[in-house]
């Protein structure tokens, strides 16, 4: 059994034998439960204004029979066509969420510098200002960084990913770290944690072009979501990992129970 991960295409592979076949990404499983649900009310809030602002009297009619379609996305895309803004209400929050991804994508990579420099132990440059309570945090509670951008992969639930940090802490528990844009930490994003731990546990950590770099020694019994968008960068502590496993799990089952799985 070979992992790899294709970083042109972003995806990761498992060879059991019969040749790389791509495997379901962790952090689409962990968007199952918020992805149709943010899009619903997108599209709410997009009626809603064109009812009340362009004065479309039909809108809410035309949407309600666009998503009782055979074919919703068809449907839909039709209905953006024919009203230009719906389009735009209904893809603002995707737009705003694009950007604030693009102005988080530095500080992501002020944290992982950070970790790696502190995985060689050399010296710490001055880091983005912005960072310097989580590396007070890590001052206090971290014994030893022991992965920085580390591959990972289930072949059982068929998942891969990557994980951003993996930590001894001072009372000698390992950690999954993850490093997010939000301004706060998400059930969702301790859910996609989780995932990681079951991979790593399971398989150990790997380099991009499948090398086994290290297997733990003992089990993941923190989960830590690091929101790098919020006001003041604090790590959000879990340790109920059992149920986040299970949650993870359960999502894996939902989603290709709804059909989002493209990669099988």
Sequence with gaps: MKYKFDSEQHLHELDKGSGFKPLTGTSSVGNVLAKNLVWWAAELSAVECLEVGEKIP???????????????????????????????????????????????????????????????????????????????????????????????????????????????????????????????????QFLQAAGYAIQVEQNGLFSEDGEHSKTLEGKIEVLIVVPFGAEVVEPSVRLDIESYKQGFRSAVVLYRLLGLEKTN
């Design 58 to 188: 039909t809108i809410r009619e035309e949407y309600e029979t666009a998503c009782k379609s055979s074919d919703k996305k068809k449907a839909i895309d039709a209905l953006q066509k024919k009203y230009p803004l719906f389009k735009k209400a209904r893809f603002a929050h995707f737009d705003k969420k694009n950007k604030t991804a693009e102005a988080g994508t530095d500080l992501h990579q002020e944290l992982e510098d950070y970790v790696k420099a502190m995985m060689k132990l050399k010296p710490v440059r001055k880091y983005d200002s912005k960072i310097q309570p989580f590396i007070n945090w890590a001052d206090e509670n971290v014994k030893k960084f022991i992965a920085s951008e580390a591959h990972c992969f289930d072949e059982e639930l068929w998942v891969g990913g990557i994980v951003d940090c993996v930590a001894e802490l001072n009372d000698g528990k390992l950690a999954i770290i993850d490093f997010k844009s939000s301004k706060e930490a998400y059930p969702t």
